[in-house]
T-cell receptor, first 113, second 111 residues
Framework: NAGVTQTPKFQVLKTGQSMTLQCAQD?????MSWYRQDPGMGLRLIHY???????DQGEVPNGYNVSRSTTEDFPLRLLSAAPSQTSVYFC????????????FGQGTRLTVV | AQSVSQHNHHVILSEAASLELGCNYS??????LFWYVQYPGQHLQLLLK??????LVKGIKGFEAEFIKSKFSFNLRKPSVQWSDTAEYFC?????????FGKGNQVVVIP
């Protein structure tokens, strides 16, 4: 049982490049979400999904896109990377939002130069 | 939208000292409350959770937290810390389809 798997673990991008952070879970969880973690800021919600085909914006969605074509996968796309997007990104999943524990991936450390 | 406040972002204490981390939240509806821990270089792991019932909840590694509804608080405690408790601790609250986190407490335990 792998839980929540994120790839890549580390990435360096040039300003203006695009890329996709991958997130997959094998627990058949309905709810998935993406956070970014910055020093002194805690975790801020970027986008979330309550099921396949349904996504919504979180606290800091600008510059990011998501889609949820399957229950297992929830990729995060950076359309045109900016230095302000340098951060550690975490994907999380849970059975439903509100009543159960969230499981987190190992994180992706992204640097935009 | 819900919000979470954590105080004393940096805490330094010696082994065997007691630890208490404050957490206050604001949300008008029913909430579920969590404390997560992040050890250096690792992802977040659940420490304990409160959904309903006994407001004093016990988690892993000797941690406990008390939910005080009238104060909108969910403070974390441990009577005697160890060096291995060095980590960042996050309080979180669910509501409106979102899990919101506080800014975290960086705890350093000196041997």
């Amino acid at each position: 049982n792998a839980g929540v798997t994120q790839t890549p673990k580390f990435q360096v991008l040039k300003t203006g490049q695009s890329m996709t952070l991958q997130c997959a879970q094998d627990m058949n969880h309905e709810y998935m979400s993406w956070y970014r973690q910055d020093p002194g800021m805690g975790l801020r919600l970027i986008h979330y999904s309550v099921g396949a085909g349904i996504t919504d914006q979180g606290e800091v969605p600008n510059g990011y896109n998501v889609s949820r074509s399957t229950t297992e996968d929830f990729p995060l796309r950076l359309l045109s990377a900016a230095p302000s997007q340098t951060s550690v990104y975490f994907c999380a999943s849970s059975w439903v939002q509100g009543g159960t524990e969230a499981f987190f991936g190992q994180g992706t450390r992204l640097t935009v130069v | 939208a819900q919000s979470v406040s954590q105080h004393n972002h940096h805490v330094i204490l010696s082994e065997a000292a007691s630890l208490e981390l404050g957490c206050n939240y604001s949300y008008g509806g029913t909430v579920n409350l969590f404390w997560y821990v992040q050890y250096p270089g690792q992802h977040l792991q659940l420490l304990l959770k409160y959904f309903s019932g006994d407001p004093l909840v016990k988690g892993i590694k000797g941690f406990e937290a008390e939910f005080i509804k009238s104060k909108f608080s969910f403070n974390l405690r441990k009577p005697s810390v160890q060096w291995s408790d060095t980590a960042e601790y996050f309080c979180a609250v669910t509501g409106n389809n979102r899990l919101a986190f506080g800014k975290g407490n960086q705890v350093v335990v000196i041997p």
